[in-house]
């Protein structure tokens, strides 16, 4: 699409108040949007985890009764993945994507708008089933049969905001894939596109192939519980490890599409903080691509214990460990990126420097997952849960933060309180390591996840990680005080923020103007902003 082309969906009046917000088809007030909203979301589902961490505090029944105590890990799981992690990164991708690329905007400006303003009627939904008959579901993310189908009046309103979610998905993915292969900056080849903008890509690939798997799941759950199909049921003849197998082909990508772009982000700012470029850009590129083929082909290592032939157990051990190859080449390029580096400890650097160094201790943990004779003792304990939180909370979440504070200069005009940037850092990953590293010990020790009581021995270990959770939770009001104080004013930023900053966006003023290229940068720009 031609530049002259991409105009044409914009006029350059801007609409003011409400009206702005509801018609907007601009990718920066869109990706504003998406990020207030997982912003929102995070909370609500960080509100859920602390009434489970009240809830373990100590051994007996305190605050819930146990199916609202399963509903909250229920929709915990549902909430931070489907509307606080996915909506951040597509906030992310909105605002940073065709400044990175040199568009004005995106491919598709009136799809982005429907793609987000579908999520809140989506999540409206799914929440409303907290106060309905039989309660939310309660049969963990997962929505296993038949323990689901128990669900009372709440199943099809839960199963129909999941459609939702995953059109927007879609929706969003298309998106993506259409401005970065169509509105490129002429002369930006794709071997010279930002990481972020690459591991986008990929990641809009994923979705487009695994949200459908998940809506054909929950919609045979839908027909087994209300038209009489015997999909899972083996009173009918189905089988519910059918419906297993079906949801982790959409589950195990899943993991790597909360993944892939966090990947991007800190492969964004490592190299401006270190002060040098990114060691083995190429081999970045492929080892995000093996990682997303890899990841279609484990999905059955979630479920050694249902009884899979061994031939089967073997092929899905091995070839979960292949992907630990790739992710070590991430890895490894990172601290050779670093190595010798000029570093600075600003508050995007510390956060990335966090999810290396985590984010390795949760692989290194989900290796030991992979290996079946070990599964045995590990599935369904709280060494499963503290290997995922490890996984997705530096994985994810500190790379969500991590950006924010990197771009936030570039998109209010202001600098943010690094003071206060740094002691959030801190507050975040002293908190998180109190939570989550001690579930380690008592998941060994053989404590199960998803119950609401346990035995004493297990007392002091969920003591620790209640307190740390509390910590974790309440330092992320920081984050909301740094972000609004930003947004409202402080020190003027410059255009190009940080010293050792390359990219396109960088070269534009801070705050970004409402329609950011209105003509294609030059190819002197590219060449010194890209790769090459």
């Known amino acids: 699409m031609s530049t002259a082309a991409a105009h044409d969906h914009h006029d350059h009046h801007q609409p003011r108040g409400l009206v702005r917000w509801l018609t907007t088809t601009n990718h920066k007030d869109i990706g504003s949007l998406y990020l207030w909203f997982s912003l929102i979301m995070f909370f609500i589902g960080g509100i859920m985890a602390l009434i489970i961490r009240a809830e373990l505090f100590q051994p007996g029944m305190q605050m819930v009764n146990p199916q609202f105590f399963n509903s909250m890990t229920t929709m915990h799981a549902l909430v931070m993945i489907f509307g606080g992690v996915m909506p951040a990164f597509v906030g992310l991708a909105n605002w940073m994507i065709p400044m990175m690329i040199g568009a004005p905007d995106m491919a ?221 080449v991430k890895v490894f390029n990172w601290v050779a990126t670093i190595w010798q580096g000029s570093m600075t400890f600003e508050t995007p650097m510390l956060f990335s420097l966090g999810f290396v160094v985590l984010f390795t201790i949760g692989g290194f943990s989900g290796l030991m997952l992979a290996i079946t004779p070990v599964d045995f003792q590990y599935h369904d304990t709280y060494f ?35 003071t206060l940037g740094k002691t959030h850092f801190w507050l975040s990953v002293i908190g998180m390591n109190i939570t989550f590293f001690p579930m380690h010990f008592v998941g060994l020790a053989g404590m199960p996840r998803r119950i609401p009581d346990y035995a004493v021995q297990f007392a002091d270990f969920n003591q620790v990680a209640s307190i740390g959770a509390f910590l974790f939770g309440f330092s992320q009001l920081l984050l909301v005080w740094i972000v609004i104080k930003c947004v409202r004013g402080g ?42």
């Open 108 to 328: 598709l400006p009136r799809m982005n708008n429907w793609s987000f303003w579908i999520l809140p009627f989506a999540f409206a939904m799914l929440l409303s089933t907290l106060f309905m008959d039989g309660g939310a579901p309660a049969g963990g993310w997962t929505l296993y049969p038949p323990l689901v189908l128990q669900t009372g009046d709440a199943l099809p309103f839960a199963i129909f905001s999941v459609h939702l979610m995953g059109i927007s998905s879609i929706m969003g993915a298309i998106n993506v894939i259409a401005t970065i292969l169509n509105m490129r900056a002429p002369g930006l080849t794709l071997m010279r596109m930002p990481l972020f903008v690459w591991t986008w890509l990929i990641t809009a690939y994923l979705l487009i192939a695994v949200m459908p798997v998940l809506a054909g799941a929950v919609t045979m759950l839908l027909t087994d519980k209300f038209f009489g199909t015997s999909f899972f049921s083996a009173a009918g003849g189905g089988d519910p490890v059918l419906f297993q197998h079906i949801f982790w082909f959409f589950g195990h990508p899943e993991v790597y599409i909360l993944i892939l772009p966090a990947f991007g982000i800190v492969s964004q700012i490592l190299p401006t903080f270190a002060r040098k470029p990114l060691f083995g850009y190429a081999s970045m590129v492929y080892a995000t691509a093996s990682i997303a083929f890899l990841s279609f082909i484990v999905w059955a290592h979630h479920m050694f214990t249902v009884g899979m032939p061994l031939a089967g157990e073997l092929f899905f051990m091995f070839a979960t460990m292949l992907i630990a190859i790739p992710t070590g």
């Open 491 to 532: 020190p003027k930023a410059t255009d190009r923020v940080w010293e050792g900053a390359k990219g396109l966006e960088w070269s534009v003023p801070s705050p970004a103007p409402y329609h950011t290229f209105e003509t294609a940068p030059s190819q002197k720009v590219i060449e010194a902003e890209t790769h090459g």
């Open 384 to 418: 499963v849960v503290a290997h995922f939180h490890y996984v997705l909370v530096p994985g994810a979440v500190f790379a969500i933060m991590a950006a924010v504070y990197y771009w936030l200069p570039k998109w209010t005009g202001h600098m943010y309180n690094e």
